[in-house]
């Protein structure tokens, strides 16, 4: 159990790390996305509990929005940025193609943020479809989600939210929530649908559904490995105070990430499936199942001992123009 002090100076330390990040974004106005293998991507994220300042909140949203972007992706969890705090920002244009946005339930979904979110299924009706994840470049893989979800948590304004979420908007949700508990995608994927953003890759993520890659690849559209645990955006009191960061190092993610090489391999982002040469939409989701605890990541991005750890999260694909 923290104590005041402790978890006082676990609050001194986040709001540095914030403000060196913001700092290492001017210029750009973006930072870069950490990739799989960081600890802090299978980290719980601390509850948001004014931290910041609200012109410091207000700074990193603009961050985080310009850096999804940027990549491009439909959702950005504050981890994939190597920030071990329970925010994320969503925003979805839409797919180019009709059919596909008919049959995914892929409607626009404008520009949104989500401070401590939690979701539960409705009802047991799930959908598969493919995925990729900003923090997973150059690979998709098909997840099996509740097609509606019960959304709770806050805005950045401290607004409540409590409302029914579906289609791919639900799919969003859940990918950039269970970024904030340690989960990926690929936690909840079926791992025979596992495709390189090649492609043969693309040509699988651009049907509406993936009917030809599960008989190809020999997958159950209907059974993806699920442990039924639902994430949620908060984190344990007994979370270690961020250490400082090293000099010389990524505000967030430490020494061996280079701040000029913000571009992935692959345009995916998250939330949409992997792009296709025609246009068609990306990949989709970012699932957390089974994250680490706090004490094994410091808020710096690093592991207590040296290593670098980082964060960031791509829903689906190629982010459709705005």
Do not use: K
């Not at 004014?50 to 972007?69: C, F, N, P, Y």
């Not at 401290?158 to 340690?182: C, F, K, N």
């Not at 040469?277 to 990541?297: H, S």
């Amino acid at each position: 159990m923290s104590t005041p002090g402790s978890a006082r100076q676990r609050d001194v330390a986040l709001r540095d790390l914030v403000l060196r990040l913001l700092d290492a974004a001017h210029g750009t106005g973006t930072v870069p996305i950490v990739q799989a293998g960081h600890p802090v991507l299978r980290a719980q994220a601390l509850p948001y509990d004014g931290q910041l300042a609200d012109d410091e909140l207000e700074s990193l949203v603009h961050v985080m929005r310009a850096t999804m972007h940027a990549a491009p992706g439909v959702g950005l969890a504050a981890p994939q940025i190597g920030l071990p705090v329970a925010v994320a920002v969503i925003e979805d244009a839409g797919p180019p193609d009709g059919d596909v946005g008919q049959v995914r339930e892929r409607s626009p979904l404008e520009f949104r943020v989500l401070v401590n979110p939690r979701y539960a299924p409705v009802d047991d009706e799930r959908v598969a479809f493919y995925e990729g994840c900003l923090s997973v470049v150059g690979y998709q893989a098909v997840v099996a989600r509740p097609r509606h979800v019960h959304l709770t948590g806050a805005d950045e304004r401290g607004r409540a939210l409590d409302e029914v979420v579906s289609g791919w908007p639900a799919r969003i949700v859940q990918h950039e929530t269970d970024h904030l508990g340690g989960v990926l995608y690929l936690d909840r994927a079926e791992l025979r649908s596992l495709a390189a953003a090649d492609a043969l890759g693309l040509r699988w993520a651009s049907e509406p559904r993936p009917t030809t890659a599960a008989r190809a690849l020999g997958f159950d559209l209907g059974v993806v490995p699920d442990d039924g645990a639902v994430p949620d955006g908060g984190a344990s009191e007994d979370a270690p105070a961020p250490a400082e960061p090293r000099a010389g190092a990524h505000p967030a993610t430490g020494p061996d990430v280079d701040l000029d090489a913000a571009d992935n391999a692959a345009p995916v982002t998250e939330g949409a499936p992997a792009p296709n040469p025609d246009g068609g939409a990306g990949r989709t989701g970012d699932v957390e199942a089974g994250a680490a605890r706090t004490d094994d990541v410091d808020a710096s991005g690093s592991t207590h001992d040296g290593e670098p750890a980082s964060d960031g999260d791509p829903v689906g694909g190629q982010r459709p123009a705005s």
